[in-house]
Nanobody, 124 residues
Framework: QVRPVESGGGLAQAGDSLTISCTASGEINSVRAISWFRQAPGKEREFVGGIYRLDNFTTNYSPRAARFTIFINNALNTVFLQMNNLKPEDTAVYYC?????????????????WGQGTQVTVSS
């Protein structure tokens, strides 16, 4: 079992940058990709982007994530989501999810383990 835990959320102003993190513990060797999803108030959860853990490089982003960068520190079992030029519409709970799939899927059904989420609130 893998246990992802998100941290680093909080309040930000429009135009700010914020980096949140996800640290995974447990059967980490079973994880091939780690992705971020977000859920805004009153909306469905959506894919933000993900990274392939085994090469520290391959990524897949939603077209809506042009201001975001995902990177990984495998020594710390931690994935980061750097968000630049934040906008009020980025306000959401951000979730980290892990999968044993070789594919960085945008379909949340392909992910086996989820964190509890971290709230990011952006004021105008």
């Amino acid at each position: 079992q893998v246990r992802p835990v998100e941290s680093g959320g909080g309040l930000a102003q429009a135009g700010d940058s914020l980096t949140i993190s996800c640290t995974a513990s447990g059967e980490i060797n079973s994880v091939r990709a780690i992705s971020w999803f977000r859920q805004a108030p009153g909306k469905e959860r959506e894919f933000v982007g993900g990274i392939y853990r085994l090469d520290n490089f391959t990524t897949n982003y939603s077209p809506r994530a042009a201001r975001f960068t995902i990177f990984i520190n495998n020594a710390l079992n931690t994935v980061f989501l750097q968000m630049n030029n934040l906008k009020p519409e980025d306000t959401a709970v951000y979730y980290c999810a892990t999968t044993g799939s070789f594919y960085i899927a945008n379909d949340e059904a392909r992910y086996e383990s989820w964190g509890q989420g971290t709230q990011v609130t952006v004021s105008s």
